[in-house]
């Protein structure tokens, strides 16, 4: 990418018809600096910019800046720390992890690993470690910090040199079977809360899910704050993360919400080695440039870390300007080459392009060339920046960091195409690398990939802890505890739901209505986050509007056009309701910041987010799987689900899918309740288990659209309704069948067991509230089987022994969901599964239900084949 601000002045240059006018109106701009200070000069440029914008003239400010950094020699503030014994400190983290993930592959070449990427970013972490990332202590509500996913040896590396991580934790590197085992503890190979539940906070291994979460997680504390929930001010979220990750649609997906909401406690650091898996990231441009482009034009203060102290010198005595347009005219892939090649290579080659450059290299040995550091290697210049990052206040920063992959590697890995899955060095290159760091240790030693950390009592160590002990204490460090938040009895918020006495209405209605009466709770309300992505209106919740508001971190600056309507729109600054516009991405990174709030902030909230079906596990599954891994307590509800519920949408909104990816997360209990008085139960449950018992679970509801004669709840079906199946109905009849229902396809069963029983066949009817929990427990009987222990009849078999003949099953949703159970049929029983295997289409519920084959006549017809009575 060409630096465009330095093409333009060379192109004006060039075209200059007056360069003495030029040369006037350039010197009266740098008098005016001289005389009145940076200030007035910007003033003045802004008021020529608004001139400039003018529609005859076309011309706006560039948003690349030349390839420098930001913060000027003679701004950067006194390093506040020991720079020998920080510089000694990041050298012996740098061994410990290569150490770990060499030794791995050593004893198992399958476990894999990463150096190179923990390699550019070691000083990053170390800065931020020593003098920025505070822990949660009694002063402090702690800083959450997002950590570049394959770094993660790095962050071992310290927690070893911290005591919090022994040699054997280390030697267990991904042997998180075998370590235990052992008396280790196993390290995950990249952040994961659910596998270290005490150490890692935030899940970052997939690419993209740490930048969003950590804007919305920014967002969320500002949310706490203004409705006076908790104090958040004066902590900080600190993402790390690559360029290459960069990339991904999820990382750039809520850059101008970071800006409009004004996340000045937001700071992410863009390590930018240059180079992704394969290559490099911008081969045939620079994407420090683009990212700068892209953060400026979104509304972030950008700062750029691009050169290290030793450039300091040779940019003062560059009178003319070369080195600025000597990197103006060097892309990524050239830079990872002289980051690959020695000084001698860097002279021949970047000094030796003209006269100019070649001059300010005089007097410098290959050695010193060799050693010139980028920015994001220098202690010095990563303090001044996070410091400035850290004090800036109205918008989120980001620092676009420049470093090397693989830094110090040498001919190993530094700046090589290879780098990112270098995970072995030989015997000379550990020497190198040993060499390049001046580590105290052996050439034994150092072939030998021993582990290496000081006395206690030695000034490194010392030092180490002091600086964490400044800061309130070690990070990362998860805390679960959390005071445990009384919930309402069920009669309170959902007595029309379990003595419906047959209104209609429909599921999502009924949820909503709950929903209202929990939010008027004095002691549950203030903490229920509502969460929708863009379809208040549709689920019909817009007396919620009225009632809590929504959230806005600006208030409403304007009077809405429904403002005499009683469901007028109301955004407030202590609004409750999180309303994300169209991004199911977005709603979903709101939802995990609400529903780990417990453990992030020691304060349990309860967020409901509520979605077209089809649009929550389908679209956004890898966030969610991220918020599983996080250990996330909340309800996400899945609105108009089934494939033939939502009947006009078509085949991009009909869901037949969901609980079949819901029953892949281990810790997401799924339900689809057919009845009110059911989805009454499972919220209940839900608070319960969350709240008070404080599980790390949460819970899937599907609700539908349709409404329907809503029956009271059966006397004592509670524990049966949560365990996934309880009989609703019965018929009697000669012959005998079962009927297994669930949502809104159980309406289309009991019209099917009213037409059968007035044929002379009986039926008894079951609604199965999840289908997932009742094959989830099938599993388990069956793992105690064999594992020899006393054998357990699974409760579905338990709950059909009583009934008779043949089951048939039947759901609004691919037959492999209802299918999940065949396994634990009553001995002797056929089973047959109804669903709605394909694509959906547009037409009427009817004609949907029987062009899938899930309406009463196909149930009715499926009985009949199964009893042998067709």
């Not at 001698?344 to 050695?367: H, S, V």
């Not at 986050?529 to 209106?537: G, K, L, N, S, T």
């Not at 991220?626 to 078509?650: H, K």
């Amino acid at each position: 990418m060409t630096d465009h601000s330095i093409s333009r002045f060379l192109a004006a240059q060039s075209g200059d018809v007056d360069p003495v006018e030029t040369a006037e109106w350039r010197d009266a701009f740098l008098s005016l600096v001289a005389a009145h200070g940076p200030g007035r000069a910007r003033f003045i440029l802004d008021q020529l910019a608004v001139l400039a914008r003018g529609p005859h003239i076309g011309w706006s400010p560039e948003l690349v800046t030349p390839y420098v950094n930001t913060i000027a020699v003679d701004q950067q503030p006194a390093f506040p720390g020991d720079l020998a014994l920080e510089e000694k400190l990041a050298s012996l983290m740098r061994w410990n992890a290569l150490a770990m993930v060499a030794r791995a592959n050593m004893a198992y070449g399958e476990l894999g690993g990463h150096i190179a990427s923990y390699a550019s970013a070691a000083d990053l972490f170390e800065v931020g470690f020593n003098h920025f990332f505070h822990a949660r202590s009694a002063g402090h509500g702690g800083d959450l910090v997002f950590f570049q996913p394959h770094s993660a040896p790095g962050v071992y590396a310290r927690a070893f040199l911290e005591g919090r991580l022994d040699e054997q934790d280390l030697a267990h590197y991904r042997q998180e079977i075998t370590g235990p085992r052992r008396g280790a503890r196993g390290l995950s190979s990249y952040p994961h809360p659910y596998l270290m539940p005490d150490f890692w906070q935030f899940p970052t291994g997939s690419m993209g899910i740490g930048p969003i979460s950590s804007i919305y997680h920014a967002r969320f504390m500002h949310y706490l704050t203004h409705r006076g929930l908790l104090d958040c001010t004066g902590r900080k979220v600190w993402g790390v993360f690559g360029d290459g990750e960069m990339d991904e649609p999820e990382s750039m997906s809520a850059l101008t919400l970071a800006s409009r909401e004004r996340l000045d406690n937001l700071v992410w650091v863009v390590n930018c080695n240059l180079q992704r898996l394969d290559g490099p990231v911008r081969g045939n441009g620079r994407i420090i440039d683009e990212l700068e482009k892209l953060f400026r034009g979104a509304g972030w203060n950008v700062i750029k870390l691009v050169w290290g102290s030793d450039w300091d010198g040779l940019f003062a005595r560059d009178a003319t300007g070369a080195l600025v347009r000597a990197f103006a005219n060097t892309v990524d892939g050239q830079m990872q080459t002289f980051a690959a090649k020695d000084g001698r290579f860097n002279r021949d080659n970047f000094f030796g392009q003209n006269e100019e450059l070649a001059r300010l290299a005089q007097g410098m040995t290959d050695e010193q060339i060799d050693r010139l550091k980028r920015g994001g290697h220098d202690l010095v210049k990563i303090h001044a920046a996070y410091a400035a990052a850290a004090a800036h206040v109205g918008a989120p920063t980001v620092i676009l960091a420049h470093t090397k992959k693989g830094y110090g590697m040498g001919t190993a890995g530094q700046g090589k195409m290879t780098t990112h899955s270098q995970k072995k060095l030989d015997d000379a290159a550990l020497i190198e690398f040993r060499n390049r760091f001046n580590l105290p240790i052996s050439d034994e030693q150092a072939r030998g990939l021993e582990f290496f950390r000081p006395p206690a009592d030695s000034p490194e160590m010392q030092y180490l802890h002091e600086r964490r002990a400044r800061l309130g204490g070690y990070v990362p460090q998860r805390q679960s505890e959390a005071p445990p938040v009384p919930v309402p009895a069920m009669a309170a918020y959902a007595a029309f739901a379990t003595a419906a006495g047959g209104k209609e209405m429909s599921t999502t209605m009924a949820f909503v209505r709950m929903l209202g009466n929990l939010l008027k709770d004095p002691g549950l309300g203030p903490r229920i986050v509502p969460i929708v992505a863009d379809e208040a209106r549709t689920f019909g919740m817009a007396n919620l509007f009225k009632q809590v508001g929504i959230y806005s971190s600006v208030g409403q600056r304007y009077e809405p056009e429904d403002i005499g309507s009683v469901l007028s729109y109301r955004e407030a600054l202590d609004g409750q309701i999180l309303e994300e516009g169209i991004s199911e991405a977005g709603a979903i990174a709101s939802w995990t910041a609400a529903a780990t709030s417990y453990s992030v902030h020691g304060f349990p909230m309860l967020p409901f987010y509520i979605y077209y079906s089809m649009f929550g596990f389908q679209r956004v599954g890898d966030l969610i799987w991220a918020a599983a891994d996080q250990r996330a307590r909340g309800f996400l509800l899945g609105a108009t689900s089934g494939r033939t519920t939502l009947a006009g949408e078509g085949l991009q909104h009909q869901d037949g899918s969901s609980h079949a990816v819901a029953a892949t997360v281990p810790n997401c209990r799924a339900y689809d309740p057919a009845f009110a008085g059911e989805m009454a139960v499972i919220v209940a449950r839900g608070m319960q288990e969350m709240l008070v018992e404080q599980r790390d679970v949460f819970y899937y509801v599907t609700l539908m659209n349709e409404n329907y004669a809503q029956p009271d709840l059966p006397a004592g079906v509670e524990e049966d309704v949560v365990s996934g199946c309880y009989r609703f109905a019965s018929r009697a009849g000669a012959q005998r069948v079962t009927l297994l229902g669930s949502g809104a396809i159980l309406t289309e069963v009991l019209k099917a067991a009213e037409e059968l029983a007035a044929g002379g066949i009986g039926c008894d009817v079951f609604s199965v509230t999840s289908w997932s929990e009742l094959a989830r427990d099938g599993q388990a009987a069956e793992r105690q089987a064999l594992a020899g222990e006393a054998p357990q009849v699974p409760f579905v078999t338990r709950q059909l022994a009583a009934s008779a003949g043949p089951v048939v099953a039947a759901s609004d949703y691919v037959c492999a969901v209802p299918e999940s159970i065949r396994a634990f049929m009553p001995a002797g029983r056929r089973y047959l599964t109804l669903g709605t295997d394909g694509f959906g289409r547009s037409d009427t519920r009817a004609a949907l239900r029987e062009f899938f084959g899930v309406d009463a006549a196909s149930i009715v017809r499926a009985a009949r084949a199964a009893l042998g009575a067709v």
